[in-house]
């Protein structure tokens, strides 16, 4: 679009009126918001122009990349109290302004690891699991797939004694219910290197991915997924990882890839199903071996939405117990998941493996 923005308030609103006039465009500006003469025509050319922020991240910054919002003028230039230093396209447009409200909302997304060789992993107590202690604390895995991610996670290399690097994926917890458990303090997963797993509710593999470095080459993750479209984001990632086999079918009717899957050492279920323990019911029958485990997610809203959460988690419990399900805790997956709870236990127990687990 051709034209000059004017100097003053009063020629960007003749402008504006212009533009309603001849239909090209209409204003949902609120002159109370005082935005800068230049800001002010901004909104007139938004669409004729590429988004801003340029090559940085996503999230609000109070500096070049960002948005970070401030009331009154300043604007780009650094006068008073002007948003947050400019709407800058990568390197920014002027100095910071004043005050502002606040200096913006953070970087971009993903944030992790800043500086592998001031990173120190450290084992977690969830064998396979560890914890990469920096400018802050985060759970990852030993990636099986060096220099690949998944999901756009941060990775973190790590420099052993004899010389070489060993990579890991940070996990964030916001993205997987299973990384959500182990923050929330659950005693035991049953997942650990070697470990044959039965995945329901697999998506587009983000927890899977996890899992699979957890199980590592000697283990295995049969992973279910019934949406095509996210099952192809599974598919794409296990052409990568020997270990995972993806599988697009109904988690409710085990029998059609019954051919696919042996029996189980673990069952980890995150179908978000009203029936989703008679779900686990149903495959645990098939593929989880007597003794075997079971790690499932709860969640409330998808099950009965009128009554208190805590009563749909007591709910799923006793069915989980009609089905031979041996339940020994149950934490919930807040502030990551609203209304979310995890609930692990035996299958079939033993005597034996019964009074073990109680203690």
């Given at each position: 679009?051709?034209?000059?923005?004017?100097?003053?308030?009063?020629?960007?609103?003749?402008?504006?009126?212009?533009?309603?006039?001849?239909?090209?465009?209409?204003?949902?500006?609120?002159?109370?918001?005082?935005?800068?003469?230049?800001?002010?025509?901004?909104?007139?050319?938004?669409?004729?122009?590429?988004?801003?922020?340029?090559?940085?991240?996503?999230?609000?910054?109070?500096?070049?990349?960002?948005?970070?919002?401030?009331?009154?003028?300043?604007?780009?230039?650094?006068?008073?109290?002007?948003?947050?230093?400019?709407?800058?396209?990568?390197?920014?447009?002027?100095?910071?302004?004043?005050?502002?409200?606040?200096?913006?909302?953070?970087?971009?997304?993903?944030?992790?690891?800043?500086?592998?060789?001031?990173?120190?992993?450290?084992?977690?107590?969830?064998?396979?699991?560890?914890?990469?202690?920096?400018?802050?604390?985060?759970?990852?895995?030993?990636?099986?797939?060096?220099?690949?991610?998944?999901?756009?996670?941060?990775?973190?290399?790590?420099?052993?004694?004899?010389?070489?690097?060993?990579?890991?994926?940070?996990?964030?917890?916001?993205?997987?219910?299973?990384?959500?458990?182990?923050?929330?303090?659950?005693?035991?997963?049953?997942?650990?290197?070697?470990?044959?797993?039965?995945y329901l509710g697999g998506?587009?593999?983000?927890?899977?991915?996890?899992?699979?470095?957890?199980?590592?080459?000697?283990?295995?993750?049969?992973?279910?997924?019934?949406?095509h479209r996210s099952g192809?984001?599974?598919?794409?990632?296990?052409?990568?990882?020997?270990?995972?086999?993806?599988?697009?079918?109904?988690?409710?009717h085990p029998a059609r890839?019954?051919?696919?899957?042996?029996?189980?050492?673990?069952?980890?279920?995150?179908?978000?199903?009203?029936?989703?323990?008679?779900?686990?019911?149903?495959?645990?029958?098939?593929?989880?071996?007597?003794?075997?485990?079971?790690?499932?997610?709860?969640?409330?809203?998808?099950?009965?939405?009128?009554?208190?959460?805590?009563?749909?988690?007591?709910?799923?419990?006793?069915?989980?117990?009609?089905?031979?399900?041996?339940?020994?805790?149950?934490?919930?997956?807040?502030?990551?998941?609203?209304?979310?709870?995890?609930?692990?236990?035996?299958?079939?127990?033993?005597?034996?493996?019964?009074?073990?687990?109680?203690?």
């Open positions: 679009m051709d034209g000059d923005c004017g100097s003053t308030e009063g020629e960007i609103a003749g402008y504006g009126a212009r533009a309603r006039r001849k239909g090209d465009r209409r204003l949902w500006c609120s002159r109370e918001e005082e935005e800068t003469v230049a800001d002010y025509c901004e909104y007139l050319v938004a669409d004729m122009r590429p988004p801003r922020g340029g090559g940085s991240f996503r999230g609000r910054s109070d500096g070049g990349g960002g948005r970070g919002r401030g009331r009154g003028f300043g604007g780009r230039g650094g006068g008073a109290e002007g948003r947050g230093g400019g709407r800058g396209r990568g390197g920014g447009r002027g100095g910071r302004g004043g005050s502002g409200r606040g200096g913006g909302r953070g970087g971009g997304r993903g944030g992790g690891m800043k500086g592998g060789s001031k990173v120190v992993v450290q084992p977690h107590r969830h064998d396979g699991v560890f914890l990469a202690k920096g400018k802050e604390d985060a759970l990852c895995t030993k990636n099986m797939v060096s220099g690949e991610s998944v999901y756009g996670e941060k990775r973190v290399s790590v420099q052993n004694e004899d010389g070489t690097k060993v990579e890991y994926r940070i996990w964030n917890p916001f993205r997987s219910k299973l990384a959500a458990a182990i923050i929330g303090g659950v005693d035991n997963i049953w997942i650990a290197p070697g470990t044959r797993v039965l998506a587009s593999g983000t927890t899977v991915s996890h899992v699979s470095d957890i199980v590592g080459p000697t283990g295995v993750v049969y992973a279910v997924e019934f949406s192809r984001d599974l598919v794409n990632m296990a052409k990568k990882r020997t270990n995972v086999i993806p599988i697009i079918e109904d988690a409710r890839y019954r051919m696919l899957v042996g029996m189980v050492d673990v069952i980890f279920s995150d179908v978000a199903q009203p029936d989703q323990a008679r779900i686990l019911a149903l495959n645990a029958s098939y593929f989880l071996k007597n003794g075997g485990h079971f790690v499932i997610s709860i969640k409330a809203n998808c099950i009965d939405s009128t009554v208190p959460s805590e009563a749909v988690f007591a709910q799923e419990v006793k069915k989980l117990q009609a089905e031979q399900f041996k339940p020994s805790e149950q934490v919930t997956l807040e502030p990551f998941e609203r209304d979310h709870a995890c609930v692990v236990g035996g299958y079939r127990m033993l005597k034996k493996q019964k009074v073990a687990s109680e203690r």
